[in-house]
């Protein structure tokens, strides 16, 4: 019922929010993980509204789920065999309020454009709590650079930049990588912008250190995360040392989480592919990680193969009939979903609740699905969610676009201690955002309003555009 004191005309925060995300569901249908993005920031921001009418006065919520620009493009290419493939490449570019457009680039069969857009619209909040001027963009293409060649792979990333490099510039839109796009990716699309536009600029971010690219921004989000996992436990006057930690995924962010939690005593004991779970029980050491890292960089292999390497591993399939994920359910202290979005459902949440769990850092983006994240919060476990956990990768790519525009390289431990004040930066913005608004410990919501602030005031300051 509308309360006494608002005319009719106008509708309460909650109701206000309602329309909207009725509104964005009817003009984005079968796009699910960005309605359920838009649905966890707009959760938060109920308590914003109720303090600031003048975001609801200026129709903030419609504009702000409303992409800036979006482009989708035809990617045609060769094989190795002279067959001619066709894949769908995008660029969505988000909101440009406090930046240039920032954000990875993602080639994975998987993709489409209602993922695009949800990536896109995290990475508004996520690069406004890096403290750093960023808008927010993401792209990518339904590629998948398993099992093709590298000159495959290179044919595909220059026909890719062939359109891209008319929407994008290093004042513009920058992107980087994100899953299936690493440094090999990044120098072929580089390559070819160069080519094309006759200009060395840091168009992207995650080049090769000989070329622009700045130290530290591999290991950066993996780092990052754990940094954020740091301060959560500190806040509760608790360290790293000795938990027991599981990593899913076995690519760019797990590979850096788990040689960071080495490096603060913990002990992580998973981790995985698409095809299945590795758990460890000796612990993921630093020589077991090289191997890791061998087998996934160079090799291009599958995790299975660690289990054949070190004998006292378990490797357990992936099996489609299963209705939750076995690494979910390890007996453990602190979770780094690492892989995907909706990688913890509900029963995952459950068993990580019921075996002890009592840290979920999130390195991949949205991995809980809404469900999840509820259990987490209800049972007050400490929860860090990816746009504030995972936010030191774009972070560095920040401090890299620094480093182009003034033609200077900073050294590892420079960037390093960059990375670091950020993230503590990002849990002090969180963790007192949570408690202004009046649910302290709640760092999904100091996330979202922390997040959502700085933009929505840089886009009031700037007008109707
Ligand atoms: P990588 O491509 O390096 O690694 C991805 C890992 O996750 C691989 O082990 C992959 O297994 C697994 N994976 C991917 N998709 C699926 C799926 N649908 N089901 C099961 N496993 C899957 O990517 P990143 O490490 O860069 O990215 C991982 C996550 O972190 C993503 O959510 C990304 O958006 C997020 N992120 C990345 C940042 C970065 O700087 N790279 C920054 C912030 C967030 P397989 O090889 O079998 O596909």
Same mark, same amino acid.
């Given at each position: 019922?509308?309360?006494?004191?608002t005319?009719?005309?106008?509708?309460?925060?909650?109701?206000?929010?309602?329309s909207?995300?009725?509104?964005?569901?009817?003009?984005?249908?079968?796009?699910?993980?960005?309605?359920?993005?838009?649905?966890?920031?707009?959760?938060?921001?109920?308590?914003?509204?109720?303090k600031?009418?003048?975001?609801?006065?200026?129709?903030?919520?419609?504009?702000?789920?409303?992409?800036?620009?979006?482009?989708?493009?035809?990617?045609?290419?060769?094989?190795?065999?002279?067959?001619?493939?066709?894949?769908?490449?995008?660029?969505?570019?988000?909101?440009?309020?406090?930046?240039?457009?920032?954000?990875?680039?993602?080639?994975?069969?998987?993709?489409?454009?209602?993922?695009?857009?949800?990536?896109?619209?995290?990475?508004?909040?996520?690069?406004?709590?890096?403290?750093?001027?960023?808008?927010?963009?993401?792209?990518?293409?339904?590629?998948?650079?398993?099992?093709k060649?590298d000159?495959?792979?290179?044919?595909?990333c220059?026909?890719f930049?062939?359109?891209?490099?008319?929407?994008?510039?290093?004042?513009?839109d920058?992107?980087?990588?994100?899953?299936?796009?690493g440094?090999r990716?990044?120098?072929?699309?580089?390559?070819?912008?160069?080519?094309?536009? &006759? @200009?060395? #600029?840091?168009?992207?971010?995650?080049?090769? !250190?000989?070329? *622009?690219?700045s /130290?530290?921004?591999?290991? +950066?989000?993996?780092?990052?995360?754990?940094?954020?996992?740091?301060?959560?436990?500190?806040?509760?006057?608790?360290?790293?040392?000795?938990?027991i930690?599981?990593?899913?995924?076995?690519?760019?962010?797990?590979?850096y989480?788990?040689?960071?939690?080495?490096?603060?005593?913990?002990?992580?004991?998973?981790v995985?592919?698409?095809?299945?779970?590795?758990?460890?029980?000796?612990g993921?050491?630093?020589?077991?990680?090289?191997?890791?890292?061998?087998?996934?960089?160079?090799?291009?292999?599958?995790?299975?193969?660690?289990?054949?390497?070190?004998?006292?591993?378990?490797?357990?399939?992936?099996?489609?009939?299963l209705?939750?994920?076995?690494?979910?359910?390890?007996?453990?202290?602190?979770?780094?979903?690492?892989?995907?979005? &909706? @990688?913890? #459902?509900?029963?995952?949440?459950?068993?990580? !609740?019921?075996? *002890?769990?009592? /840290?979920?850092?999130?390195? +991949?983006?949205?991995?809980?699905?809404?469900?999840?994240?509820?259990?987490?919060?209800?049972?007050?476990?400490?929860?860090?969610?990816?746009?504030?956990?995972?936010?030191?990768?774009?972070?560095?790519?920040?401090?890299?676009?620094?480093?182009?525009?003034?033609?200077?390289?900073?050294?590892?431990?420079?960037?390093?201690?960059?990375?670091?004040?950020?993230?503590?930066?990002?849990?002090?913005?969180?963790?007192?955002t949570?408690e202004?608004?009046?649910?302290?410990?709640?760092?999904?919501?100091g996330?979202n309003?922390?997040g959502?602030?700085?933009v929505?005031?840089?886009?009031?300051?700037?007008?109707?555009?």
């Open positions: 019922m509308t309360s006494v004191m005319p009719p005309s106008v509708k309460t925060p909650a109701d206000y929010i309602e909207v995300m009725v509104s964005v569901k009817a003009k984005n249908p079968a796009e699910p993980e960005f309605h359920q993005a838009v649905q966890e920031v707009f959760e938060s921001l109920r308590l914003v509204l109720a600031h009418p003048e975001y609801q006065s200026s129709k903030l919520l419609e504009r702000i789920v409303e992409p800036e620009r979006v482009l989708m493009f035809r990617v045609p290419w060769f094989d190795d065999q002279g067959n001619i493939q066709i894949n769908r490449g995008f660029r969505i570019e988000m909101n440009s309020a406090i930046g240039p457009y920032k954000g990875g680039l993602r080639f994975h069969p998987s993709v489409n454009l209602g993922i695009l857009k949800f990536l896109a619209f995290e990475q508004v909040f996520k690069n406004s709590l890096t403290t750093l001027p960023m808008g927010g963009g993401k792209g990518g293409s339904d590629f998948d650079p398993k099992g060649s000159n495959e792979v290179m044919r595909f220059q026909s930049m062939t359109e891209l490099q008319r929407h994008i510039g290093p004042d513009t920058v992107p980087a990588g994100d899953i299936g796009v440094g990716e990044i120098g072929y699309l580089f390559g070819q912008y160069k080519r094309l536009r &006759n @200009e060395f #600029t840091g168009v992207l971010t995650g080049k090769g !250190l000989g070329w *622009g690219g /130290l530290i921004r591999p290991e +950066a989000t993996g780092y990052g995360c754990v940094y954020f996992a740091n301060e959560m436990l500190k806040s509760k006057k608790q360290t790293l040392e000795g938990k930690c599981l990593v899913s995924g076995s690519g760019n962010v797990s590979q989480t788990i040689e960071k939690l080495l490096d603060f005593g913990a002990k992580p004991v998973a995985s592919d698409s095809n299945g779970v590795i758990y460890d029980p000796d993921i050491d630093r020589d077991k990680l090289a191997f890791v890292m061998e087998l996934k960089n160079v090799k291009r292999g599958r995790i299975r193969d660690y289990a054949d390497k070190f004998k006292k591993a378990i490797f357990m399939p992936t099996d489609v009939k209705d939750h994920n076995p690494l979910w359910n390890v007996k453990a202290d602190c979770a780094f979903p690492s892989a995907t979005q &909706n @990688e913890i #459902t509900a029963k995952d949440a459950a068993n990580l !609740l019921k075996n *002890g769990v009592k /840290l979920v850092a999130e390195g +991949a983006n949205m991995p809980s699905t809404l469900e999840a994240t509820k259990m987490f919060l209800d049972a007050k476990i400490l929860y860090g969610p990816a746009k504030a956990a995972n936010a030191g990768g774009v972070a560095t790519s920040g401090l890299e676009m620094a480093q182009n525009s003034a033609r200077l390289s900073w050294t590892r431990e420079e960037v390093d201690d960059r990375l670091h004040k950020i993230m503590i930066a990002i849990h002090q913005n969180c963790y007192e949570a202004k608004y009046g649910t302290p410990g709640n760092l999904v919501n996330a309003i922390g959502f602030l700085k929505a005031n840089a886009m009031l300051d700037q007008g109707l555009v």
